[in-house]
């Protein structure tokens, strides 16, 4: 599989939409962001991976043309810019790219260029399973419990980035006018905005719940603290039991009807929802009973690191953002700057996000392959320095080995 310039791709192997539905070539150019820090490492063992697994399920029918796109620092030292018109334009056109982690530029303008990726390509839908891999350290005694799917809404909430500094203008400003409306705010607050739309909600749970539907999955949750934020958190609630009764009535049964008729419980996917502190605890004392969790930005965020740690932390959680036609998989960890460059990291999380993709491709072969050999490389107790730190007897090896140790567990 080889790595093209955007030039030498033509209309054949691009990833075009049809009445909605996403049409995918056989021979399917991808873009790719190495990525910074520890990015370039952990994108070699990745690409050797999902090229391997391609290769082993589908012989020479199906293939990956690899186009490298740049942002971050790379992009910085080479055009004197963090993110190229040039890279969005690319990612645009191909509609699903994949991307190591990437600094956040001091100064300059930009908060982070991963919140900046989701914004410009309204991808509003962050998705993150959390599965356990057998015989990998876990701080909690029964981390097999643990199987979800958050999707986490990536547009809104306090994210919007709307944020007086204490003692601005604008901050003054606000208070003055919110005092206008009867609200008293102690004067030299630093005051920010939490938006969440009717719109942004329902296309997330929407999202969730045909998940749900097409995965055979027994339930979806709506996590949110409306008990407190009745018109954003409460609303998002509302909203998401809106969408589902209007928009999928024959396929989903709240939790309200079952209590009623308890056999539309095994039928049907139930929807229900749980206020946001109490979903903390019972993902530690009871995880079993969820399934997919549809969550605001913010409860998404703690959640999903949250239970990502009970399962073996960062190293290994993947992650994709995705909106109506384009898709984003990316490593859920950041830059690991000390480890740069040393080979060392543990290449997992970027991995497992190629196995996102892959399904979402409709490879799904391809990502099983690549899940099961995963899980045998970890039973063989093969494993980077994160993991091996915290097992007994394990053998420690670096970013590329672990790569080459999954390929030949590929059977
Ligand atoms: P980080 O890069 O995630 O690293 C924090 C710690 O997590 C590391 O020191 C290491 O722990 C562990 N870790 C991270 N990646 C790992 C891997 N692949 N394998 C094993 N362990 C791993 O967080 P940070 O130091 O706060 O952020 C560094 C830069 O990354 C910042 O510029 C930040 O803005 C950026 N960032 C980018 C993304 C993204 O691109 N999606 C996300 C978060 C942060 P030990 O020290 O215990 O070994």
Not at 200 to 222: D, H
Request: overall charge neutral.
């Amino acid at each position: 599989m080889s790595i093209e310039t955007k030039d030498k791709i033509t209309e054949a192997s691009k990833i075009t939409f049809k009445d909605g539905k996403m049409i995918v070539p056989n021979k399917v150019a991808i873009p790719f962001i190495e990525g910074d820090g520890t990015g370039p490492d952990i994108w070699k063992a990745t690409k050797k991976v999902l090229e391997a697994a391609i290769k082993k399920t589908y012989k020479n029918e199906k293939e990956i043309l690899w186009v490298e796109v740049l942002a971050g620092q790379k992009a910085f030292d080479e055009k004197k810019d963090w993110l190229p018109k040039d890279t969005l334009d690319t990612i645009r056109e191909f509609k699903v790219a994949i991307k190591g982690p990437l600094t956040t530029p001091i100064g300059g303008g930009i908060r982070s260029l991963n919140v900046a990726l989701r914004q410009i390509f309204d991808l509003y839908a962050c998705i993150r399973p959390i599965k356990y891999f057998n015989g990998i350290p876990s701080p909690v005694r029964n981390p097999e419990k643990v199987n979800l799917t958050i999707f986490r809404e990536n547009t809104e909430d306090v994210y919007s980035g709307i944020e007086f500094k204490s003692n601005s203008d604008e901050a003054k400003k606000l208070i003055d006018f919110l005092k206008s409306l009867g609200h008293t705010v102690r004067a030299g607050s630093g005051v920010g905005i939490k938006p969440m739309s009717e719109l942004g909600s329902k296309r997330l749970v929407r999202k969730a719940i045909e998940y749900a539907i097409q995965n055979k999955k027994p339930l979806v949750t709506l996590v949110h603290k409306g008990n407190i934020m009745k018109f954003t958190e409460g609303a998002f609630c509302e909203w998401g039991y809106a969408v589902a009764k209007s928009e999928f009535r024959a396929q989903i049964a709240t939790e309200e009807e079952t209590n009623i008729n308890p056999a539309l419980g095994s039928e049907k996917v139930l929807i229900n929802d749980r206020i946001a502190d109490s979903m903390f605890q019972q993902l530690l004392t009871r995880p079993d009973q969820y399934s997919v969790l549809a969550t605001p930005n913010l409860n998404g965020d703690y959640l999903s690191d949250a239970c990502a740690a009970q399962v073996g932390g960062l190293g290994i959680a993947p992650g994709a953002n995705i909106g109506d036609e384009i898709a984003i998989f990316e490593a859920t960890h950041g830059t690991a700057p000390k480890y740069a460059n040393q080979d060392k990291v543990n290449p997992g999380s970027l991995i497992l996000s190629g196995v996102m993709m892959f399904d979402h491709l409709g490879w799904s072969e391809a990502g099983k392959l690549i899940v099961d050999a995963f899980a045998k490389t970890i039973t063989q107790k093969k494993v980077t320095y994160d993991l091996e730190r915290l097992m007994t007897d394990a053998t420690l090896v670096k970013t590329s080995e672990f790569a080459d140790i999954i390929i030949q567990n590929m059977n």
